[in-house]
């Protein structure tokens, strides 16, 4: 009998759970154990429980997680084959996805406040900067803002504006109501206090500012089509919670947010998460962390199926309205 969390949902608050996948294995093989996932019964978001302990939490990140275009400038002294390879990757992928949320960004904004041209932007979650790059090219005032500082070890090469520190902290170090726009690209579900998150976005947005955010939606067809196989699912215990479209557009509301919009993000990105729940070996950190043979010949194999995927996810994207990744627009009210 497994004992049901006493926990509250880290998305509408609610106490009444009900198992979704339990003894989940790290896709990575990096974190050891098992870890369960459990659905709120009031807003159908899946958690974690228990929750690791916020301490532990960077501990569970591989060196090489997300890609990074250092791959791609050979600062890492890899082959001359993976940084062919990592620079196509980047090219025909990683730059189309990042380019067309900037412009989505920006369009958004426009519509919105037509008078300020340069809106400063802070990333949350940022990594290494790719994004930031994008967003820097559509005009905006960009800095960032990442919890991981191993990264400073390989500083990035785009001479950008980056903190490190936690983005759920109160002591992030910019004043009230500095920026216009507020970004968090595949962050809410790696932290162990969405709302506190979403405080520290509250504070930072100038009356009428807009927070973007990316992130898998646990009510998605995609979602229930893998199951416990959907990569989202064994990233744990890196993602600590998945909502539903209702308990994130419930949380937004509580934290003083109005107007929340939660579209299709990138149908691309989503094909490349389904090729990876296909193929979970294919991930970035075997093939350009550890370069084995095989990971680089299944992610050669992933990256072709993104044909078979890019076709699925528009389906269910587009025309079921039912996106795998979510796209969320909310105001500062
Ligand atoms: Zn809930």
Redesign the pocket.
């Given at each position: 009998m497994v004992k049901s969390p006493a926990a509250e949902?880290l998305?509408?608050r609610?106490k009444t759970w009900k198992p979704l996948y339990l003894e989940v294995i790290d896709r990575l093989g990096f974190v050891s154990g098992t870890w369960d996932f459990f659905q709120?019964q009031?807003?159908q978001?899946a958690q974690l429980f228990p929750l690791p302990l916020q301490e532990k939490l960077a501990n569970f990140y591989p060196p090489v997680y997300s890609f990074s275009k250092q791959l791609t400038e050979g600062s890492q002294k890899k082959s001359m084959l993976l940084n062919t390879l990592s620079n196509l990757e980047y090219r025909c992928y990683y730059r189309p996805i990042y380019r067309s949320q900037a412009r989505r960004i920006k369009k958004t904004w426009k519509k919105n406040h037509k008078s300020n041209d340069n809106p400063r932007l802070l990333d949350m979650g940022c990594g290494r900067g790719l994004r930031m790059q994008a967003l820097s090219e559509e005009g905006f005032k960009v800095e960032g803002l990442d919890f991981q500082p191993h990264l400073t070890e390989q500083p990035s090469p785009l001479e950008l504006n980056i903190q490190y520190a936690d983005a759920t902290t109160t002591q992030l170090p910019w004043p009230d109501q500095t920026f216009d726009i507020i970004t968090a690209f595949f962050l809410l579900e790696h932290v162990p206090d969405v709302r506190a998150v979403l405080r520290s976005v509250r504070r930072l947005l100038k009356p009428g500012g807009l927070f973007f955010a990316t992130i898998p939606l646990i009510d998605s067809l995609q979602a229930k089509w893998w199951k416990d196989r959907w990569i989202h699912i064994t990233e744990a215990p890196r993602h600590l919670s998945l909502p539903s479209r209702k308990?994130l557009k419930l949380v937004c509301k509580t934290m003083g947010f109005q107007e929340t919009t939660i579209q299709a993000d990138s149908i691309l990105e989503e094909a490349g998460v389904a090729a990876s729940s296909l193929l979970p070996q294919a991930s970035i950190t075997d093939v350009y962390g550890n370069r084995k043979v095989t990971s680089l010949m299944r992610r050669l194999f992933g990256a072709s199926s993104l044909l078979i995927t890019f076709n699925f996810c528009f389906l269910t994207s587009i025309l079921f309205r039912s996106p795998g990744h979510g796209f969320l627009c909310t105001r500062k009210s």
């Open positions: 949902c998305y509408c609610s709120c009031t807003c978001s308990g």
